[in-house]
Structure formats: C-alpha cells, structure tokens
C-alpha cells in the first residue's frame, strides 16, 4: 500500500470548515483514498473514499489533485464533536494478497476543534 | 440497522492467562477483521477472516489466533497473555473480502496485570 503523509495536528474554530491535507505522492493506478477518524477511546469510523473524482457525502467531501499525489478531507461545519484522530489511508478498493481485508493506519492528524 | 458489537468491552487478565473476546458483525456483512491499539505501535492489522477462513494475517505471533463462524460472528483468543498485550482489540466488518470501507465496533479494552 502507498505511504501517506499528514500533519501530525490541526486546529480548528467551532462552525468553520476544517480542511485535513494528506500527502500520497506514490499512489498507484488502482489505489483509492480513504479517510476515517477515530474519536477518542472509540472505534475507527469510516468517513469517505474516492479514486480520482471529487466526493461528497453528508459527513464530508474528499478533493483529490489531478495528478492524485495529494487529497484533502473537508469537514464544511466543524462541531466540537469532530475532534478526534483522522487517518489517510491508501489502498486498492477490494486488496488481495498481503493486503487483504487490511487496513494500515499511520499516526493520522489530531484535529481539535474550539469554541 | 445494529452496528458492530463486541463482548466484553473491558477486561483484566493476568500474565499466561488466556482471553476470548468476540465480535458480532453488521447483519449481511460477511469479513471481519481484527486490530490491535496500543499509544506506542498504534493501530495494526491482526487477520480478516471471510467464509469461515482466515484470509489474511498481519505480523503477529502465533499466540494470537481467531476463527469465525457459519453466522459471520467472530472471535480471537490470545494465549499466555503477555503485559504488552494490554491494549484495544477492535474487529471490522464489511461486505466484501478485503474491502477498505469498514465498520468497526467499540472494541474491547484488555488490561494484563
């Protein structure tokens, strides 16, 4: 699976829009984004993917570059609810092989949110 | 629709005991996966299991086995608990095998004294 890279931080005030940047510069044809995020002392939960297009969903959108290197989450109305831990992960849609069924989480960005 | 479940959520053992834990997936969703978290190795992939078989496996050792059922419902065991095997054990379901879009469950915290 291609490596990804995130700040290990962010900040971000109640009611703007939280803008997460993920760097994947040696994704492959076949490799789709995914994004979760996991709050605290709770399971990881699944937020949004894509592979070259634009995607938007009611908990966010992912923008991909054209040149896939790059995505970035957007959470459009961040609450106090979505601070937590975000993971970029990149991996074929359905992985055989080694990568079967798994999922490899980096160290992700800590996204706060403040009143 | 009833999202993952596992049993129990928190657990004390002590060192050489063995554990259970078990995990129920999303009604129709056929693979599950296990992880352990712990704060120094993060999250890491144990093994997914789909149609009773394991398919996959990460680097662990072999003290760390699971297994799955006609029903979907799965369960792991961990023999000669170690006190680095205190952590987190959350399992995954999804539709397909391999798929990246998973759902994962609350998990089980284990604490070895």
């Known amino acids: 699976d291609a490596k990804t890279t995130q700040p290990p931080s962010m900040d971000c005030a109640e009611g703007r829009a939280a803008n997460l940047p993920c760097n994947h510069s040696?994704?492959?044809?076949?490799?789709?984004v995914y994004w979760y995020r996991q709050i605290h002392s709770q399971g990881p939960q699944y937020i949004i993917h894509?592979?070259?297009n634009n995607e938007t969903n009611e908990m966010a959108s992912l923008i991909i570059t054209e040149d896939r290197k790059s995505s970035t989450l957007i959470l459009p109305h961040a609450t106090l609810r979505d601070t937590a831990v975000y993971y970029c992960i990149v991996r074929p849609a359905n992985a055989g092989g080694t990568s079967y069924g798994k999922l490899t989480f980096g160290q992700g960005t800590i996204l706060t949110v403040h009143p | 629709k009833a999202g993952v479940t596992q049993t129990p959520r928190y657990l004390i053992k002590t060192r050489g005991q063995q554990v259970t834990l078990s995990c129920s997936p999303i009604s129709g969703h056929r693979s599950v996966s296990w992880y352990q978290q712990t704060p120094g190795q993060g999250l890491q992939f144990l093994f997914e299991y789909f149609s009773e078989t394991q398919r996959n496996k990460g680097n662990f050792p072999g003290r760390f086995s699971g297994r799955q059922f006609s029903n979907s419902r799965s369960e792991m065991n961990v023999s000669t608990l170690e006190l680095g095997d205190s952590a987190l054990y959350l399992c995954?379901?999804?539709?397909?095998?391999?798929?990246?879009?998973?759902?994962f469950g609350p998990g089980t915290r284990l604490l070895v004294l």
């Open positions: 995954a379901s999804s539709t397909v095998p391999g798929q990246g879009s998973q759902y």
């Open positions: 894509g592979l070259k």
């Open positions: 040696t994704i492959s044809g076949n490799e789709y």
